[in-house]
């Protein structure tokens, strides 16, 4: 069982930046690919970033290319989110997720992510 507790959230003016961490207990977090996803008032849940275990390939929805960066730090048990150039359509709670043990292979699909975290909610000001 994986256990996942976001932090790093809160808000910011448009053009900020934040960076959301995502903790992860138990040994396993670096035998699994993880995902950020996040959830607007009124929306479903969609995809953000998604990165392998081993950290050596990325993904993005176009939405946030150029802006985010996702990554992770195997070591520590933890992945980050850095979200740069804010808009507040980026307004939402973000979730991280982590697939599986043995899931290396990163996915837009959130059906594919077996482990969630509580939320940390963003907020983009005008």
């Known amino acids: 069982q994986v256990q996942l507790v976001e932090s790093g959230g809160g808000l910011v003016q448009a053009g900020g930046s934040l960076r959301p961490s995502c903790a992860a207990s138990?040994?396993?977090?670096?035998?699994?690919?993880m995902g950020w996803f996040r959830q607007a008032p009124g929306k479903e849940r969609e995809f953000v970033a998604a990165i392998r275990r081993s950290g050596d390939g990325t993904y993005y929805a176009d939405s946030v290319k150029e802006r985010f960066t996702i990554s992770r730090d195997n070591a520590k048990n933890t992945g980050y989110l850095q979200m740069n150039s804010l808009k507040p359509e980026d307004t939402a709670v973000y979730y991280c997720a982590a697939r599986r043990v043995g899931y290396g292979l990163e996915s837009t699909n959130y059906n594919d992510y077996n482990y969630w975290g509580q939320g940390t909610q963003v907020t983009v000001s005008s």
């Open positions: 138990g040994r396993t977090f670096s035998s699994s690919a």
